[in-house]
């Protein structure tokens, strides 16, 4: 039976829960094994990439990416760090900012593997494949 890396990295954080530093160090040394062992071990950055979300999900956080044409305004960023708080009701968001020159306007917003794309080049495609129906 395969196993995904989300079911890897929930067994883990499941497994170290209430261990000391030492014994963590000491299941993950045994789980790097047991991944080896299962010809598994090139998963080992999905896992990293789960355990670190559902890590964050536990401390109330979302880390998301926030790709515009020109940097936003910080009032801006706020109000889409407030709604996505609210969307996923979550305490905290971390919003890394990333420009796209390519981007004609607006904002794609990418989160737990959802993306909002509320870019005008988007809006424009969209219209474009109406219009050619």
Known sequence: ?????????????????????????????????????????????????????????EAGLIKAELVSAHSLPETVK??????????AD???VELKEELDENLIGGFILRYNGLVIDGSIKNNLLKFKKQLSN
């Not at 706020?78 to 969307?87: F, S």
């Open 1 to 57: 039976m395969k196993i995904s890396a989300k079911q890897y990295a929930q067994g883990l954080l499941e497994l170290s829960a209430g261990k000391s530093k030492d014994e963590i160090k000491e299941l993950i040394a045994r789980f790097t094994t047991f991944l080896y062992r299962r010809q598994d071990f090139n998963k080992a950055h999905a896992i990293i990439s789960e355990l670190e979300n559902l890590y964050d999900q």
């Open 78 to 87: 706020k109000k889409i760090g407030d709604y996505l708080a609210r969307r």
């Open 90 to 92: 979550i305490a905290k």
